[in-house]
Antibody
Framework: EVQLVESGGGLIKPGGSLRVSCAASGFSFSNAWMTWVRQAPGKGLEWVGRIGPKADGGTTDYAAPVKGRFTISRDDAIHTLYLQMNSLQTEDTAVYYC?????????????WGQGTTVTVSS | QSVLTQPPSASGTPGQRVTISCSGSSSNIGTNNVYWYQQLPGTAPKLLLYRNYLRPSGVPDRFSGSKSGTSASLAISGLRSEDEADYYCATWDDSLSGVLFGGGTKLTVV
């Protein structure tokens, strides 16, 4: 089955760190551009960043609010995407979705996980 | 405040046609494709349209898209109760080197 399953969310204090994961199955993970999108409670969608396939240099891009604090990585051997979040702030509280297009990045984010909730609070 | 501007709300009655606008600039909509996402309450977003007007398999032809200059729009014809959802436009921004989402439009079917 073609799917993405996020895990690792939880409650973390401001200034803390957390790593969330996204397990992929049913498509060629190593060839896919992978993206993280978040949604704060009651708010809209916000792009967090993306990582390209190693064949494309494994390029990463980040949104301004998270650049320097968040790191996206991938382990193609176990088909897993990661989002390492450091120096967390209350405004990072959100549902974090991983998303991709198994065919081509240019055809939009066609496959989404169910999301994992990160709450930053003292 | 999002760089892509959408009306916060829209409404229509069953069977009607509604349109949702998405306004950007030359660095985003003006030079890149627009994508539309539908998010039903409590669920993950779903790709509705890609490359401005193309529909993924399974999306009804009641949903259509267009782009002109630095604006895009989503049209929903034959409105149905199950279309009640949040709708987001998205595109790449060359200046920011990142993806932008519109602020979202909550569609109510009254």
């Amino acid at each position: 089955e073609v799917q993405l399953v996020e895990s690792g969310g939880g409650l973390i204090k401001p200034g803390g760190s957390l790593r969330v994961s996204c397990a992929a199955s049913g498509f060629s993970f190593s060839n896919a551009w992978m993206t993280w999108v978040r949604q704060a409670p009651g708010k809209g969608l916000e792009w967090v960043g993306r990582i390209g396939p190693k064949a494309d240099g494994g390029t990463t891009d980040y949104a301004a609010p998270v650049k320097g604090r968040f790191t996206i990585s991938r382990d193609d051997a176990i088909h897993t995407l990661y989002l390492q979040m450091n120096s967390l702030q209350t405004e990072d509280t959100a549902v974090y979705y991983c998303t991709t297009n198994p065919i081509t990045i240019f055809d939009g984010m066609a496959l989404w996980g169910q999301g994992t909730t990160v709450t930053v609070s003292s | 405040q999002s760089v892509l501007t959408q009306p916060p709300s829209a409404s229509g009655t069953p069977g009607q046609r509604v349109t949702i606008s998405c306004s950007g600039s030359s660095s985003n909509i003006g030079t890149n494709n627009v994508y539309w996402y539908q998010q039903l309450p409590g669920t993950a977003p779903k790709l509705l349209l890609y490359r401005n007007y193309l529909r993924p398999s399974g999306v009804p032809d009641r949903f259509s898209g267009s782009k002109s200059g630095t604006s895009a729009s989503l049209a929903i014809s034959g409105l149905r109760s199950e279309d009640e959802a949040d709708y987001y436009c998205a595109t790449w921004d060359d200046s920011l080197s990142g993806v932008l989402f519109g602020g979202g439009t909550k569609l109510t079917v009254v």
